[in-house]
């Protein structure tokens, strides 16, 4: 069995290795600035500013993730692609759930209108 | 789970060229499946062999060595050439039980003419593969020399010792001003207002400040990932795995 070696650890050019994807580093970069904002410690200008994020990127940063939020709410773990994501039906049950169904629907004249001309057409929601 | 053979065992040494240094009263398949249940020993040892063997100009020493009490399995790789010929190459894990099952890179240094090839990458998603399997908790590295104190933290390791982030507090308190010290002060007093003498330090929060760059460089810390945290074992992951 070796000594302990002082003369060396765990070297820095074996991490540098890990930071060779820019986009997941911008992605880091992001999730710092949400959780020093989520822990109180930065105000969202701040954090941003600070950690030399842009705003379009964390927001970019912000849909992705709630994108796989509810990719895993509806599919569960199992990977659904995309295009069954983004299929009318389930953009229209979510549009359902987070409006429709509110006492004050503003929209619900026109999604009346819309279901009666397509049943007109002989289409279903 | 997988169980440990001495037929692996066998065939580490005679394809793979490791030695086995058993320093404890049990047969080696019988202290590795009671004290480190899960470790696929021999893929282990095959996949680091097929990815640090080829940049070793000559024969590297390649141990394992078993201790008990308390129990612990050392896994050695290192060649060390004649000073100046740039074939270097160390890397070391060790795991034990403090008091959950821990495994510490104690070292991983690669010659210059191999850096950044993906070789580090791959040696840490071998391990990583292995820890799940083995259900470990933890994963401890001293961080230091030339540029590690910064890019361990870049990585995610959470620093453990108190004393040691409130030096590096007192470096960037000389050298900072205005807004930079500003943030660096504001994440250490957040962080042990809510966990006084806390041991999980977000040194990543520093880290991903241009202004800390070059002090976390000169830094020297110990870290760890909780992998029993799914975050960060979630980002550790994602760091080392090649699907990316």
Redo the contacts between chains.
Sequence with gaps: MFPKDVDYREEAHIGEELFDDLSYELERQCMVVQSTVEKGIFSLERALKSYKVQKEDYDNFLAKQQYEILQKSIYGSSNANAEDLSSFSVLYKLFNKLVIIHPKNPFKKTLNEFQHALEKKHLKL | MHKVTHEELILSNASLGFNL?N?TKLSSVDFINRSFPGINVYQLLKELNSVLAPITSSRA?K?I?L?DPPPIL?I?F?YIGPPGNGKTL?L?RTFSYDPELIVS??????P?SA??K????T??ESCLKQYENMDVKRIK????????G???A??GFKATNYEEVNLILEVAKDKLKG?DLS?VV??HT?YYQEEPKGNKF?M??WA???CMKDILRGSDWHGQIDLTNPNEKA?FK???SKR?
């Design positions: 240094d320093l020493d141990i060595t201790q050392d050695t290192q160390k070391r890179h104690d070292y991983f240094y690669i210059p850096r950044q993906g070789i580090g990458k040696v840490l590295v001293h961080a230091g020399l030339e540029d590690g910064y890019v361990w870049k990585a807004d943030d504001d994440i957040h977000p990543e929060q991903r400040l241009d980002n994602n760091y080392v990316r």
